[in-house]
């Protein structure tokens, strides 16, 4: 492959160029570090980018885009996942007909995220083919991979990335991809209607895909073996094998490129060449697990290197059998809530009322932290709803109507209706207090828009979704629409009294983030009436 215009590009923007190149129709998804920037970037490239409200939605207009014979990429992070899990599962069942890439942004070491799982066990247990690449160079290169191979076998495939791939810059040298068919439909019933007679013969062709593909990934399969002169062999994928290349230079290492699935013929080969073999790997032992699986004899790495990022030096520390305790990190600046964040004034408030907080994620997350330390549990997407629901329905009465949940506009618009639908089916007999904190963007990765701010990824109009008339449509008692920040005893008063009043009770908190005042200004003037409603 030739390649020419040197690049320095981040794997995000890598992907992003790749995109743009292979003429994908459609990037869908859900901003979350560390995968936002792909989108945002494909769309500055000119491509049709746009957010979802959520991660199970973005993954299902993709697959209807791939249905219509186009290509379709697909962006979230780890534990968004989880939220687009249901069609992922049948979407490997019914294939696809034009390419549909599913970028997985994985976050070992939890730098902005509630968990590190790791999501190389989806591609195994959802059944679709799955590329790592290690740098930008392979982000890009495997961006165009990933969409051969769905095209070839019809399927949905897995490109996973982690923080370390998706944030650093390293050189790109853009080669030559195919260019597009132009889409259309035709109708395949059996093969897209899943009920389960036609799901039974759809499961047969998935294990058949796989067997097939495995073999092309023993025969010419993005893999590669690096030899050196010392006694043991490395095999290792991702981020893990740039590490363990600087960490021991001349090592025999089998890079895994394609890493679901396995090249299991060619594992064996260069295994049996040594006495012993180690697989080095972030997060969870899959890898070393399949492997072992199949009959091959392989090493894995102490347990104690299971949790957070693998680095040159924690790489040495596993070569050498060290597992003496490591140095802990040194102390960095907590996190804290920007001052003047309108939030600061909800937290003030909760904490001097005494509430019981269900939390949700997002930059107010942070009220959990001094000075504030007011915030009781924080679960994933718009678990706020649900849990203050549980807490209310089972505690004592006193208690019960202390519990607030607290939810930011994004969020909600993510997955806190149904929490809202839930409350109104199943009210709990002391009511419930539900706050939306609406800053007018999605701050925590980086100011991006939903449907609640009335304008698109591009920023162009949209139309607005009106979170008071959702709560009211949704069957709340009492809505009110507030700027917590213009009379702080006027707005305790409101809290304390919904509390004491044993209804369903939604206060829209609306402030814009101090961070995109002025750009949600500038938007909302260029947005000034287009469709929707304010």
């Avoid at 706020?384 to 089972?394: E, M, Q, Y």
């Avoid at 706050?435 to 980086?446: E, F, V």
């Avoid at 809505?479 to 702080?488: F, G, R």
């Avoid at 006027?490 to 919904?498: D, G, M, N």
Wanted: one cysteine or more; hydrophobic letters at 40%; glycine letters at 10%.
């Amino acid at each position: 492959m030739e390649k020419t215009d040197r690049l320095l590009l981040s794997g995000n923007e890598a992907i992003a160029l790749a995109a743009s190149r292979l003429g994908v129709a459609l990037g869908t998804g859900y901003p979350g570090t560390p995968s936002t920037e792909i989108l945002e970037n494909f769309s500055r490239l000119g491509g049709r980018a746009q957010w979802a409200p959520n991660e199970k939605v973005a993954l299902e207009v993709g697959l209807g885009a791939a249905f219509a014979g186009a290509r379709a990429l697909v962006t979230m992070k780890h534990v968004g996942v989880n939220v687009a899990a249901d069609p992922l599962f049948t979407a490997a069942y019914t294939g696809v007909t034009g390419a549909l890439v599913l970028v997985s942004a994985d976050d070992p070491g939890m730098a902005s995220s509630q968990n590190e799982q790791d999501n190389r066990r989806y591609a195994v247990a959802a059944g679709i083919p799955m590329l790592e690449p290690s740098d930008s160079q392979e982000a890009y290169d495997y961006t165009a991979l990933a969409v051969e191979m769905s095209e070839r076998w019809r399927t949905v495939v897995m490109l996973r990335v982690t923080t370390r791939v998706c944030h650093s810059k390293t050189t790109v040298r853009p080669g030559p991809v195919s260019a597009p068919a132009a889409p259309s439909f035709y109708r395949d019933v059996k093969s897209r209607v899943m009920v389960p007679g036609y799901a039974r013969r759809a499961h047969v062709r998935l294990r058949d895909r796989l067997d097939d593909i495995e073999a092309w990934n023993n025969a010419e399969g993005p893999n590669r073996t690096d030899w050196g002169p010392v006694e043991f062999g490395i095999i290792a994928s991702g981020i893990s094998y740039v590490h363990a290349r600087e960490a021991m230079p001349t090592a025999n290492v089998l890079k895994l490129g394609l890493t679901y699935p396995l090249p299991m013929e060619t594992i064996r080969e260069f295994v049996a060449k040594f006495k012993r073999t180690i697989v080095l790997e972030e997060g969870d032992p899959v890898l070393a697990e399949a492997i072992r699986a199949a009959g091959i004899r392989v090493e894995s790495k102490p347990p104690m290197y299971r949790f957070g990022e693998l680095t040159v030096a924690r790489i040495r520390r596993i070569l050498d059998g060290d597992t003496s305790p490591e140095a802990a990190p040194p102390p960095g600046k907590p996190p804290q809530l920007c001052q003047g964040c309108p939030h600061r004034t909800v937290f003030q408030t909760l904490h001097d009322l005494d509430c019981i907080v269900a939390g949700d994620i997002g930059c107010y997350t942070l009220g959990v932290l001094p000075p504030f330390e007011a915030m009781d549990t924080c679960v994933c997407m718009g678990a706020s709803i649900g849990v203050g629901l549980g807490l209310r329905h089972t505690l004592p009465e006193a208690e019960a109507r202390r519990v607030v949940s607290v939810i930011g506009d994004s969020t909600f618009v993510h997955s806190g209706i149904t929490g809202l639908v839930e409350m109104a089916y199943n009210p709990p007999v002391s009511g419930h207090v539900v706050l939306i904190l609406d800053n007018g963007t999605t701050a925590m990765t980086g100011l991006q828009e939903h449907p609640g701010t009335g304008r698109r990824l591009d920023h162009g109009a949209g139309r607005r979704l009106v979170l008071e008339d959702v709560a009211r449509a949704a069957g709340a008692d009492f809505v009110t629409v507030t700027d917590p920040t213009a009379d702080l005893e006027a707005f305790k008063t409101l809290v304390a009294e919904r509390l004491a009043a044993g209804v369903l009770s939604v206060i829209v908190c609306r402030r814009p983030c101090l961070l995109a005042a002025r750009q949600i200004r500038q938007f909302s003037q260029e947005t000034e009436g287009t469709a929707g409603h304010e």
